[in-house]
């Protein structure tokens, strides 16, 4: 053994000292072990852990972290660190977000959409959606025992309303009007358009007491699947009457293909539109009506 | 004469019979469509005899407004 030791240097007796000597020897290299064990056990207290320092033989004390905290790296030593990683999910559907610090945020209700909200902490926010949407508000086959479809009770909740009315016929030519709120006064202008018999048609009339969606022509029935889509846009506008305008598909009373377009202005009152009617000459045989609520 | 009525708040959908008013108004509303059918047929025919009247066809008339 060299000496001193070559690791950490303690200072041995040596063959020439003095048996006298020893105790003070001895003194001497037991306190280097002293010294340098505890240099490089620092450790006071529970959970003390130690890392090396950069002087040699010397570690430095690391005191134990709080609850949760992680061993990181900081500075170029071991340091404890609270964790970024902690998830702050705990339901279905929660999403990982943040906002100065990790964050949760709950799932939507259905229906809703994801959006950006700058004023919300995460900066994002649950939203029903409010433009681009079509809802069914009501549908149905048209009923075989009567000829007026009556919509009721219908939402303000949309922007507009879109009727569609798929391959409906019925018996004997007929035409098609439409009614709205139930008001039977002389209230509805409209102008028609079109192609039938042969030929192209224009034609307006003013205050009459319902939309006539095929003025001048029976829609007729027979195996026919006639179309019209209805739309009201604005419906629930409190200051002004209604635009309304539909579009029909159909065969005229010679049996040749046809179609029609009504453009009309309702004025009788400024209140929403609550009610549709739909109104067929003659029982219906077939079809089916879908009412879209837009946004 | 039934009307059928489709709820769209409850989603209930009952056909039922019409009322007497109701029932004026359909026959109404289909004496007025029937005019209006009628106008119709009158003003082709109208336009017809004019055209006869004249001895032209109805493109070579259109070609006269054009």
């Not at chain 1, 453009?263 to 209140?271: L, Q, R």
Request: glycine share 10%.
């Amino acid at each position: 053994m060299t000496n001193p030791t070559s690791n950490y240097g303690w200072v041995l007796p040596t063959s020439t000292d003095l048996v006298t000597d020893l105790p003070a020897d001895f003194e001497v290299a037991l306190q280097g072990v002293d010294t340098t064990t505890k240099a490089l056990n620092p450790s006071t207290t529970l959970g003390d852990i130690e890392f090396r320092s950069a002087t040699a033989n010397t570690n430095t004390r690391l005191p134990i972290g709080t609850t949760g905290q992680v061993l990181a790296v900081s500075g170029g030593v071991p340091a404890w660190t609270t964790t970024a990683d902690v998830t702050p999910l705990t339901t279905k559907g929660d999403l990982f977000t943040f906002t100065t610090v990790d964050a949760r945020l709950g799932v939507g209700t259905n229906g809703q959409v994801l959006t950006a909200d700058s004023t919300a902490a995460t900066g994002l926010a649950w939203a029903t959606p409010t433009s681009g949407s079509m809802t069914s508000i009501a549908s149905g086959s048209f009923p075989t025992g009567s000829g007026t479809l009556s919509l009721t009770s219908i939402s303000g909740a949309y922007t507009h309303l879109q009727l569609h009315c798929i391959a409906w016929n019925g018996s004997g030519n007929n035409t098609v009007i439409a009614r709205l709120n139930g008001d039977t006064g002389a209230n509805y202008t409209f102008s028609n358009g079109g192609f039938t018999t042969g030929s192209a048609r224009a034609s307006g009339l003013g205050s009459q007491t319902s939309f006539n969606l095929c003025s001048g022509d029976s829609a007729i029935s027979g195996n026919n699947k006639n179309i019209t889509v209805l739309d009201i846009p604005f419906y629930t506008n409190a200051t002004t009457g209604k635009i309304v305008n539909a579009s029909t598909g159909f065969l005229d009373a010679t049996s040749a293909r046809a179609q029609t377009t009504m453009n009309g202005y309702y004025s009788g009152t400024n209140a929403a539109v609550t009610q549709i009617d739909f109104i067929y000459g003659s029982n219906w045989s077939g079809g089916t009506y879908v009412l879209y609520g837009v946004k | 004469m039934k009307i059928y009525e489709h709820n769209t708040e409850t989603g209930q959908a009952v056909e039922r019979d019409m009322t007497a008013a109701e029932v004026k108004q359909w026959k109404a509303d289909q004496a007025l469509a029937e005019l209006a059918v009628l106008a119709v047929a009158k003003a082709n025919a109208e336009k017809e005899a004019l055209l006869t009247k004249l001895g032209i066809t109805a493109d070579e008339a259109k070609l006269l407004l054009s």
